[in-house]
């Protein structure tokens, strides 16, 4: 029994190293010390008390104690009643662990007789980072069924303070509050910042949309992170069989101390784990794109053959690197056949054109949405997502008031799934499909205020009981969905938006995990309101989330100010649409000129996979200078610095960059021009940095940061 439980853990594999150093962990008798060097975190296993409890939580070198006394260290509902680490435990197990990204830890395995389950506690630490990661397993050995509700994966005591000179850093760790906080699914991080201690802890939930839950001070000092409880819009719910056993998703923890910025941590160990070992799809790929052109607008559903031949010509001579034909190329949501009026030799030569042309073809497609004309949807009612009454729903909008068009969403844990895998799939092998823009609801819609739209009812569906089990599973099967199209399309780009995530503008860490980037706003206004709504968003998401998967629309190729919108977008990934065809032979040569660059840079430097604040700068916004760095900081080669005046009363700024290394050279190179504006030590550029000046009250600069000689 005790080795089979460990073995449940799917992401995990059992190790025995022959030294302390590299197992993080040290297993005691009554205890469990994790230990990598820069983060200690002692769990006490009271055999008298049968309790699993934190005791300590400390930097290694630091001199404070994160954890105040009567930690939980995790809770959840059985059957309506909650447990935690302070219940009856029998501890059966205790073992070293590893993951598939170089991390290790310990495994706790216990059992409650009492409640008739068996649990695993899973702690990983990875090298260098002041971060515990944490997941739960929960088996049941009764003969019952279990339902599991109201989980908190961590449930802590942050000690110091009391709430009074703590700032909860929430919204992507970049809006403050104080007081009582429940975070929901804009916080996959929440930092608890003790601004008169100087120091702080990171709080990550790894839970999709909406279904993630951080709390901090609804009791004294108490911070969780978890699921969604039971008294909430999307209340999380899981059925357990005898015998059956279910893994939760990933939490994680991180200290710093001698800080009296916030962000700081965001830019350095939050940014290091998700970019090193989380396993996000953009740090699994070998080449990151740089130039993205869409058809969305301004031409929406009214497109064709001959329109895409000549998108695709100036396309091209901007120097674009993947072309993406939007919605309007099908004949129905539901059976995705080719339109053959719009396209009546059909997708593969258009596609073929496109590759000829130097580049990636890509389609939209909803991954959930059936019309009612649709023959899916007439031969197959048994995969319909379902209300309370049985009766079918769209859960993206009510698309009667928004279209003329009757469509309704298919349940992914249906065999809907493996036809839509199938349809994917089948646009890779026959018409070598590259990327694909998978839109609209799968769990709840974006563009509802109505909560009960969210979820399925359906009673036959395999996946679910109820509505509330429901919607975790359709998260997961959409990203189980995106990891088989990867397994059998290697090089496939999924752009998962912010539809399909639920809400607006909506992007997480665990989508991250399985779609390499996310469609994630409509920004249709013109340079330079267009252009600051594109940096205010980039600034908003990072570093937290990794810049490039930020797919920010829709800013013009033919806006007469588009460069200022393209040095914006450089802060995350550069995407385009308009009408390219209506730029002159010359300034297609200036688009290219600047594709040129990013491609070359990219090469060089990675940038696309950083994105640090840039030091002193702030959130964009009228009348005010700001800007980012994307500095490689593992080559330390160099990267890319973009630096903005919006309005301001000054023309000149100075500008530092960080993370170099101290004692090398670089040169400060003006893009796309490689002009040579300073040399400079990385420490010089640190403490003493260089001027700018922008005459123009509305205007940007990108300058490539390169260590000399490269």
């Not at 460069?563 to 990934?573: A, D, I, W």
Request: charged share 25%; with cysteine; hydrophobic share 35%.
């Amino acid at each position: 029994m005790k080795m089979r439980l460990v073995l449940l853990i799917a992401f995990l594999i059992p190790v025995s190293f022959p030294l302390f150093s590299q197992q993080f962990a040290s297993l005691e008798k009554d205890r469990v010390v994790l230990d990598n060097g820069k983060i200690v975190r002692i769990i006490e296993l009271d055999k008298s008390k049968c309790t699993i409890v934190s005791s300590s939580l400390k930097m290694k070198d630091g001199t404070g104690e994160f954890m105040a006394p009567g930690s939980e260290e995790f809770s959840f509902l059985v059957n309506g009643r909650k447990v935690s680490g302070n219940d009856r435990w029998i501890v059966t197990d205790t073992k070293h662990i590893s993951d598939a990204h170089g991390g290790h830890g310990a495994s706790i395995a216990a059992r409650n007789t009492e409640l008739n389950i068996s649990l695993t506690i899973n702690y990983i630490l990875y090298p260098g980072l002041p971060l515990i990661k944490k997941n739960l397993i929960i088996e049941n050995v009764g003969k019952a069924d279990l339902n599991i509700e109201s989980v908190d994966i961590e449930s802590i005591k942050f000690g110091g303070d009391d709430g009074t000179h703590t700032w909860i850093m929430h919204e992507y760790g970049r809006q403050k509050a104080l007081g009582p906080f429940v975070g929901e699914c804009y916080d996959p991080v929440v930092v608890a910042h003790q601004f008169r201690n100087r120091r702080g802890i990171a709080f990550g939930n790894e839970a999709p949309g909406v279904m993630k839950r951080t709390t901090a001070f609804l009791k004294p000092q108490q911070f969780t992170a978890g699921l969604t409880h039971a008294d909430q819009n999307y209340c999380f719910r899981k059925w357990i069989k005898p015998s059956g056993k279910w893994e939760s998703t990933q939490v994680f923890t991180a200290v710093y101390e001698n800080s009296s910025d916030p962000y700081e941590v965001l830019n350095t160990t939050v940014s290091d784990y998700v970019r090193l070992y989380m396993g996000t799809r953009l740090s699994q790929i070998p080449e990151k794109p740089v130039f993205v052109y869409n058809t969305w607008e301004p031409f929406l559903h009214n497109i064709n053959e001959k329109l895409i031949y000549e998108l695709a010509d100036a396309a091209a001579e901007c120097g674009v690197e993947e072309f993406i034909i939007d919605d309007g190329w099908q004949d129905s949501y539901g059976d995705w056949g080719i339109n053959k009026e719009k396209f009546p030799n059909g997708l593969k030569p258009v596609f073929d054109y496109i590759k000829s042309k130097g580049m990636k073809p890509g389609v939209w497609i909803s991954l959930g949405a059936a019309e009612s004309k649709s023959r899916v949807f007439r031969e197959h009612p048994e995969w319909l997502v379902r209300k309370a009454d049985g009766s079918p729903i769209s859960l993206h909008a009510d698309f009667d008031k928004m279209y003329d068009w009757e469509t309704y969403s298919m349940c992914m844990t249906t065999g809907w799934y493996d036809y839509i895998k199938g349809v994917i799939l089948g646009l890779v092998r026959e018409h070598g499909l590259e990327y694909i823009k998978g839109d609209f609801a799968v769990v709840t819609g974006a563009y509802t205020t109505d909560k009960t739209r969210s979820g399925c009812h359906a009673k036959d569906h395999p996946a679910h009981r109820d509505r509330s089990e429901s919607m975790l599973q359709m998260y997961q099967r959409t990203w189980q969905l995106f990891d088989d199209l990867h397994a059998e399309a290697p090089g496939l780009f999924i752009d998962c938006t912010f539809e399909t995530m639920g809400a607006l503008q909506l992007i997480d860490l665990d989508m991250c995990k399985h779609a390499e980037g996310n469609w994630l706003s409509n920004f249709s206004e013109k340079v330079p309101l267009g252009s600051l709504r594109v940096r205010n968003m980039s600034w908003w998401r990072t570093p937290v989330i990794p810049a490039t998967a930020m797919v920010i629309g829709n800013q013009y190729f033919d806006d007469p100010e588009f460069e200022l919108s393209l040095m914006s977008l450089n802060g995350s990934l550069p995407i385009v649409l308009g009408d390219p065809r209506r730029l002159t032979k010359e300034q297609r040569a200036g688009m290219k000129k600047w594709a040129d660059w990013m491609r070359i840079t990219q090469e060089k430097h990675d940038y696309m996979s950083f994105r640090q604040d840039l030091k002193g700068y702030g959130e964009p916004a009228e009348g005010l200078w700001d800007g980012y760095q994307r500095i490689n900081t593992d080559s330390k080669s160099g990267g890319i610095v973009g630096i903005f005046r919006q309005g301001s009363a000054e023309n000149t700024r100075l500008v530092t960059v960080n993370y170099l290394d101290p004692a090398a050279e670089y040169e400060i190179r003006k893009a796309p021009s490689g002009e040579l504006i300073l040399k400079a030590s990385g420490k010089d550029l640190a403490h003493s940095g260089f001027h700018v000046t922008l005459t123009k009250k509305y205007d940007g600069a990108v300058y490539e940061v390169t260590k000399s000689g490269n």
